[in-house]
């Protein structure tokens, strides 16, 4: 069975800098995108960036300069490098995984870590 986990949330001041890591295991044959989302109470789900399987990579104009998506060569593991942190961007930050399994082709998400930006 194919799950997917994010790690790495917590407290962090204005200005500083945390990274999120996200990790894909099972049955999986291939991982066509992985996907950062994030969502902040009284809001909606937003993209904040994604990692496809050709490299390419896609933020959202709020974090552009500040916020980096990467992979490990294995494919199964992403991180988000967050820097000059923002109160704005306090939110649960959720992975989403675009994966080929023994299951067919389907979007897995994790459970979500909640990550503060507060002095």
């Known amino acids: 069975q194919v799950q997917v986990v994010e790690s790495g949330g917590g407290l962090v001041q204005p200005g500083g800098s945390r990274r999120l890591s996200c990790a894909a295991s099972?049955?999986?044959?291939?991982?066509?995108?992985l996907v950062w989302y994030r969502q902040a109470p009284g809001k909606q789900r937003e993209l904040v960036a994604s990692?496809?399987?050709?490299?390419?990579?896609n933020y959202a104009d709020s974090v552009k300069g500040r916020f980096t998506i990467s992979r490990t060569n294995a494919e199964t593991k992403m991180y988000l490098q967050m820097n000059s942190l923002k109160p704005e961007d306090t939110a649960v930050y959720y992975c989403?995984?675009?994966?080929?399994?023994?299951?067919?082709?389907?979007?897995?998400w994790g459970q979500g870590t909640q990550v503060t930006v507060s002095s």
């Open positions: 099972g049955s999986i044959f291939s991982i066509y995108a």
């Open positions: 989403n995984a675009r994966i080929f399994s023994d299951q067919g082709i389907r979007d897995y």
């Open positions: 990692i496809f399987a050709d490299g390419n990579t």
